[in-house]
């Protein structure tokens, strides 16, 4: 088993930062894939960024140049950091792990972005 829990999200207004950070814990080792997603009202979840063990990383589109993912191994930590925050980034946003068998979730931090 693996426990992920996110920290982080709040209200910031368009143009600002946000660092979200989830701290890993349990069986660990297993797991070859790391990511955040996000769910917006109304919509499906989608990946926003991904990072696997060799350290390769992928973006949706709408948050390249923006938005960093990044780990720490010594931590049992994943981070996102985003910069330009825009109103349609406004969602919950959600750390997740995989290994062969599953994938597991955080509970969710929510991220709100003003215009």
């Known amino acids: 088993q693996v426990q992920l829990v996110e920290s982080g999200g709040g209200l910031v207004q368009a143009g600002g930062s946000l660092r979200l950070s989830c701290a890993a814990s349990g069986s660990i080792l297993s797991i070859n894939a790391w990511g955040w997603h996000r769910q917006a009202p109304g919509k499906q979840r989608e990946l926003v960024?991904?990072?696997?063990?060799?350290?390769?990383?992928n973006y949706a589109d709408s948050v390249k140049g923006r938005f960093t993912i990044s780990r720490d191994n010594d931590k049992n930590s994943l981070y996102l950091q985003m910069n330009s925050l825009k109103p349609e980034d406004t969602a919950v946003y959600y750390c997740a792990a995989s290994n062969l068998r599953r994938n597991y979730w955080g509970q969710g931090t929510q991220v709100t972005v003003s215009s």
């Open positions: 960024a991904g990072i696997r063990s060799a350290g390769r990383t």
